[in-house]
């Protein structure tokens, strides 16, 4: 697909314009990624049901950012904070499920 920049004479700046048939093609991922999220909440394979999921809304957060929040085409230094945004945000929800995972699950000792 044919993307091109464009020069902002008065600040200097220069954007990104993608072709709409890139946003049209995303969209329409995203659409098909819905649907299938519908489509497993409906079949029972346990525990992996919020697995597969969460995989999905991962895959879907990525392209929203990606595309329509424009985070491919930005410098390299916003992509690296926003890599370490999510790292942290990892970090954080894991200590969390440490500890969640590590109580007991007796809300009454000795029962």
């Known amino acids: 697909m044919a993307e091109r920049a464009e020069h902002n004479e008065e600040t200097g700046s220069v954007g990104h314009i993608a072709p709409a048939k890139l946003y049209v093609a995303i969209w329409a991922v995203l659409m098909v990624l819905t649907l ?8 029972d394979i346990g525990p992996m049901n919020i697995v597969v999921a969460l995989v999905i809304a991962t895959i ?8 329509f929040m424009h985070l491919r ?7 690296a904070t926003v890599i370490a945004a999510v790292f942290w945000l990892f970090l954080l929800l894991s200590l969390t499920m440490t500890d969640y995972l590590t109580r ?3 809300t009454y000792p000795g029962h």
């Open 36 to 43: 299938t999220t519908v489509l497993v909440s409906m079949v």
């Open 60 to 67: 879907k957060g990525t392209l929203v950012v990606l595309f």
């Open 104 to 106: 007991a699950w007796s």
């Open 73 to 79: 085409y930005s410098p390299k230094l916003t992509m």
